[in-house]
Structures are given as C-alpha cells and as structure tokens.
C-alpha cells in the first residue's frame, strides 16, 4: 500500500473514486478506467485527509494499534521502529480520535471494519488489545463476518 506524504500529495483522487473496472467501450477516452491506483483494486488506501468531507457508499476501515479499546477506555499507540509505545501527547490522540472518527462516519450504506488477527508469533502486533478491539465493536453492534469456507 503507498501510503507516503509525496505520494498523496500529487495523486489524483478523483481518479481513485471513480474509476471503471470493467471499461471496454471503444470511445472511451480511459482516464478512469482499469486503474490499479483505484479504490476496487485496494492496493491505494485513502486516508481520512482524502475523503474528509465525502460520503460514500461504502467505506472500509482497517483497524490498527494505534487507537484500540483496553477493556474501560481508549489507549493510543504509536509505532517506534521495533515496538509500540504509549502515545501520550493529548493533542496527538485528539487528532487520531478525530482521524477515526472521520473515517468511520463518510459511509451511506455501510461501513466494514477490518481488526487484524495476526499470528501470536509476530510480536510486532498488540494481540489482546487488537482482540479487545474487536470485540467492543461487536458489542457496539457491529456484526462479525466469516469468509466463506474454501472449497
């Protein structure tokens, strides 16, 4: 996923939304369409800097370490080189709160939330606060979705 400031700065976006994965019309002038950069490909994220002020069909979220629930309250995270460190700077939690929040509302029809659940192994990832994550928004009313079973 690019994810760089540069990046995002000189990406055309409104490319990303409205590109046209299944374009084969002859007269078309292809600006849009068949991108890999676009939001149906998922190899390009939006930030919450990209859509703010946008309402979208669908939105999808990938939830990460950087803001989880503990079991009463909200722990914020930052990522430094080898670990996660507590994130204890009011204005920096304020703007990744309001960086969820954002979000989590653009969505008309519905919002999926992705919380990893990676291998106890990596020891890189927050297991229990990622699994308490989880678990409060299915508390909040999220519903839990399975992958079909492979065939």
Not at 14 to 41: G, I
Not at 64 to 91: C, I, Q, Y
Not at 115 to 138: K, M, Q, Y
Request: proline share 3%.
């Amino acid at each position: 996923m690019e994810s760089t400031f540069d990046f995002h700065q000189r990406f055309d976006w409104e490319r990303w939304f409205l590109d046209n994965t299944e374009c084969e019309d002859p007269c078309c002038r292809h600006q849009y369409c068949n991108d890999v950069r676009a939001s149906s490909k998922l190899e390009v994220a939006a930030t919450q800097f990209e859509i703010q002020g946008l309402e979208l069909d669908w939105v999808g979220v990938c939830w990460g370490e950087d803001f989880m629930w503990t079991g009463n309250e909200w722990a914020f995270h930052r990522f430094n080189n080898k670990s996660w460190r507590p994130l204890n700077d009011v204005t920096k939690q304020r703007y990744l709160r309001n960086a969820y929040r954002v979000l989590l509302t653009r969505a008309r029809q519905g919002v999926i939330i992705y919380v990893p659940n990676p291998e106890r192994s990596d020891r890189s990832r927050l297991h229990d606060n990622l699994n308490l994550t989880a678990e409060f928004l299915r508390e909040c009313g999220a519903s839990l979705l399975r992958a079909p079973a492979s065939r």
